[in-house]
């Protein structure tokens, strides 16, 4: 089963990051093994590409923006909850939200301090995960993900006169929102989409009749892999103008990616950028642990998967953005190199470079 696997996954990256990689690696499939020696050697025997942006607290997640030619960063808060780790994501327990800026890259950076507090979203429970923030007509939205009373995840919106902050939720989350990371881009013709998903511990699983089921529900091998979802925003930016509907990524033949293909199907943390008169999402392949990327003429797909973005970071998950400011582009991603916990993450920038053909150049986080 699918799950299996992840665990599997799971718990060879905890080993790695615990230093306990030993005699289990022999049960392993050559695949995992020369993965998980492969995080192995990048946390231990190599240098690394950037250093941490946020030293005095734990931050993953960054979704970075240029608002008024400063670049401000969204990430989301990890905490030692102290809840054991799990398969579950449990640990991921969060509960508020800081925002950071600087002028640009390798400037001062500022932190903003509380942006949004768990506390004060009347229908949250638990785990306010990965956030991406917006602006329009004067106004800048933060919208969150967050585990409702009956400990399903929704997505939440904020509002600020302020891209620091601090963001008044909305009294309900967006009707008819489900699973995590939201991501919304802004067209250049004004109008604005969100993408939303993530399986396994971001529900996306349970969504596949429409209706929450408790359930995880999991294609095949060889189906079609789950989608991310899509939708068009309402002109206030606090609703969908219409249902979430599914983001279809395609391989070289046109034929959607399966469900058994790790190495490039959707996990979770979508995002989008336009570059050259072409729409770039990119996305976590989770359990492969790399940062792929499609390329369409639509914000509403289809994509087609071109490659890789980022080579596996230290630590099981990654999430990322993409921006450009001054001519230059970069990109933000985390690892655990403060920690060396999965849960504990720290915020990292690096530059990214388009080739001539349209591709984007591999990233490699950590040097001999």
């Known amino acids: 089963m699918i799950r299996n696997s992840y ?14 990689l030993g005699s289990c690696q022999s049960s392993n499939t050559e695949a995992e093994t020369n993965e ?6 990048a946390s231990t025997n190599s240098r690394y590409l950037s250093e941490p942006l946020i030293t005095d607290m734990y931050t993953a997640d960054p ?61 949250a429970g638990r785990q306010m995960w990965a956030p991406d923030a917006a602006f329009k007509n004067g106004t800048y939205y933060f919208y969150f993900p967050v585990k409702d009373k009956e400990d399903v995840f929704r997505i939440g919106v904020a509002t600020s006169s302020s891209p620091a902050g601090p963001f008044k939720p909305e009294p309900q989350p967006i009707a008819n929102s489900y699973s995590i990371d939201p991501a919304v881009f802004k067209d250049d013709d004004g109008s604005a989409y969100m993408y939303v998903g993530g399986i396994w511990g971001g529900q996306l699983q349970r969504w596949s009749t429409g ?11 060889d189906q ?23 983001l279809q990524i395609l391989d070289e033949n046109g034929q959607p990616l399966l469900a058994g293909d790790n190495e490039r199907r959707f996990f979770e943390a979508s995002w989008m950028h336009k570059y050259n ?8 392949t989770g359990d492969t642990h790399k940062i792929v990327y499609a390329v369409g003429d639509s914000p509403l797909g289809p994509f087609t998967y071109k490659g890789v973005i980022l080579n596996p970071v230290q630590g099981w998950t990654n999430h990322h953005s993409i921006i450009e400011q001054n001519g230059k582009w970069y990109i933000f991603y985390h690892d655990i190199q403060m920690s060396g916990k999965t849960h504990l993450r720290n915020i990292k920038v690096t530059e990214l470079t388009h080739n001539p053909d349209g591709t984007i150049e591999t990233i490699t986080a950590y040097r001999q």
């Not at 998980?36 to 050697?41: D, R, T, V």
């Not at 008169?277 to 976590?284: A, R, V």
């Open 7 to 20: 665990f599997k996954q799971s718990l060879i990256a905890l080993l790695v990051t615990s230093g306990l």
């Open 36 to 41: 998980s020696e492969g995080q192995e050697s």
């Open 63 to 123: 979704s970075a923006h240029v608002f008024n030619g400063k670049i401000y960063i969204y990430p989301s808060h990890d905490v030692d909850a102290g809840i054991p780790e799990d398969d579950t994501g449990d640990q991921y327990d969060m509960r508020d939200y800081h925002v950071f800026s600087m002028d640009s890259v390798g400037g001062k950076i500022t932190d903003h301090g509380v942006a949004l507090d768990i506390k004060d979203v009347p229908w």
């Open 211 to 221: 209706q929450y089921k408790p359930n995880d529900e999991y294609p095949n091998d």
């Open 224 to 246: 079609p892999a789950l989608s991310p979802k899509v939708a068009r925003m309402s002109d206030d930016m606090l609703s969908f103008d219409g249902e979430l509907k599914d």
């Open 277 to 284: 008169g072409k729409y770039y999402f990119s996305y976590s």
